[in-house]
């Protein structure tokens, strides 16, 4: 059931959990998440990258992918389809593609530009009946070009950004994308907990959760994140069941080579690893 992720992140916050925003990089990534979701009874965001989006043939086909998959698996739970990381003008591509949700990524702009470009975008995804993300501070690494040393957000353009009428918004704490050196000092919880008492009621978005110990991803959900994402964990578990395949030489027996073959331990590595996200973010049940 295609919808915008609002109503869902209010119900997390309220309920002291978090919703699971999960990329999607092509149809077998697609089908795991949405069954794994459907089979625990939980809300799901499937987020698309621009580089993601322009790998599976622009977001025109990744909608309609989508939109075609949740009816023909008749997935009842709720399911927003969300561009992750944009840019101004990636939000309108997704707005016209048909795309649930938004993320503007005006994090790297400075505070005036990203307040200005968030209010117009507010404006229209709302009378659409979108969702909108903002972001603030930087989140650490490399994502379709955009680098970051990690700066962490100040509250006080977190507020300015909340009062905008966004519906979700990521801030930067000290989280990475990509895996985490063995150095990584932690999640920032001071500069969270000042976040939220600045925004209030506002649902706040941990990004890069690959690699963030349990007890403080939960501990996060506890200071007001309703949305966790996660995309290089599967990756990952994606990889390594594929590579396992191949070196047992699955693929040379009858008709391993088969892409559906082939492709089918990777899909069901990135099932287990969502249904164990999901467990952790307390969303299992919630739909």
């Given at each position: 059931m295609l919808v915008n992720a609002a109503e869902m992140l209010?119900?997390?916050?309220?309920?002291h959990y978090a919703v699971g925003h999960f990329n999607i990089n092509n149809l077998e990534w697609t089908k795991s998440i949405l069954l794994t979701a459907e089979e625990?009874?939980?809300p799901v965001i499937l987020g698309v990258s621009e580089g993601a989006g322009k790998y599976m043939a622009g977001f025109d086909t990744v909608a309609a992918m989508v939109k075609a998959m949740d009816k023909s698996l008749g997935i009842t739970v709720p399911v927003a389809l969300h561009l992750d990381h944009g840019t101004y003008e990636g939000?309108?591509?997704?707005?016209?593609?048909?795309?649930?949700?938004?993320?503007?990524d005006g994090s790297h702009d400075d505070i005036e530009t990203n307040v200005n470009h968030t209010k117009?975008?507010?404006?229209?995804?709302?009378h659409l009946g979108?969702?909108?993300?903002?972001?603030?501070?930087?989140?650490?690494?490399e994502e379709d070009g955009v680098v970051s040393m990690g700066e962490c957000a100040d509250?006080?353009?977190c507020e300015r950004i909340a009062n905008l009428g966004v519906d979700m918004l990521a801030a930067g704490i000290g989280n990475i994308h990509g895996v985490y050196p063995e150095n990584w000092p932690g999640l920032r919880?001071?500069?969270?907990?000042?976040?939220q008492q600045k925004t209030g009621d506002m649902p706040l978005v941990l990004h890069g959760g690959t690699g963030i110990p349990d007890d403080m991803v939960k501990k996060a959900i506890t200071l007001g994140v309703s949305k966790v994402n996660v995309n290089t964990e599967c990756q990952l578990v994606f990889a390594e069941a594929t590579r396992k395949y191949i070196e047992a030489g699955k693929d040379k027996e009858g008709k391993g080579f088969d892409p559906r073959k082939l492709l089918a331990p990777g899909a069901e590595a990135i099932k287990g690893k969502v249904?164990?996200?999901?467990?952790?973010?307390?969303?299992?049940?919630?739909?």
């Open positions: 209010k119900e997390a916050k309220k309920g625990l009874k939980s939000c309108y591509k997704c707005i016209k593609a048909g795309f649930t949700s938004i993320m503007y117009e975008l507010v404006a229209i995804a709302h979108l969702s909108i993300e903002a972001e603030v501070g930087g989140i650490g690494g509250p006080e353009e919880f001071d500069v969270l907990d000042a976040i249904k164990e996200k999901m467990e952790l973010f307390g969303s299992v049940g919630k739909a």
